[in-house]
Nanobody, 117 residues
Framework: QVQLVESGGGLVQPGGSLRLSCVASGSLFGTYLMAWYRQAPGYQREWVATMIRGQFTTYTESVRGRFTISRDNAKNTVYLQMNMLKPEDTAVYYC???????????WGQGTQVTVSS
């Protein structure tokens, strides 16, 4: 079992930045996949960014060039740096971890991001 706790959400003006954190209950060393998803009111959960084996990163087109996924093994933490935020980025953001390729997905409880003037 892996427990994940997200933080760092809040209210920010368009063009601003936030850094989301996702702290895992155990070591993330060697973890196969870490990712961020988001869900806006009335919409399905949407994939945002993925890191595979701590090296390979991919992003959904709408955030590419603005968001960066990273991790700190020493702190058991996955980050999502979000720059140049837009109102359409408003959502609850969730992190997920899969320890091995065939393993289960673990989810955090989410953190709210609101982009508004």
């Amino acid at each position: 079992q892996v427990q994940l706790v997200e933080s760092g959400g809040g209210l920010v003006q368009p063009g601003g930045s936030l850094r989301l954190s996702c702290v895992a209950s155990g070591s993330l060393f060697g973890t196969y996949l870490m990712a961020w998803y988001r869900q806006a009111p009335g919409y399905q959960r949407e994939w945002v960014a993925t890191m595979i084996r701590g090296q390979f990163t991919t992003y959904t087109e709408s955030v590419r060039g603005r968001f960066t996924i990273s991790r700190d093994n020493a702190k058991n933490t996955v980050y999502l740096q979000m720059n140049m935020l837009k109102p359409e980025d408003t959502a609850v953001y969730y992190c997920t971890v899969r320890k091995s390729a065939a393993g289960a997905d673990y989810w955090g409880q989410g953190t709210q991001v609101t982009v508004s003037s």
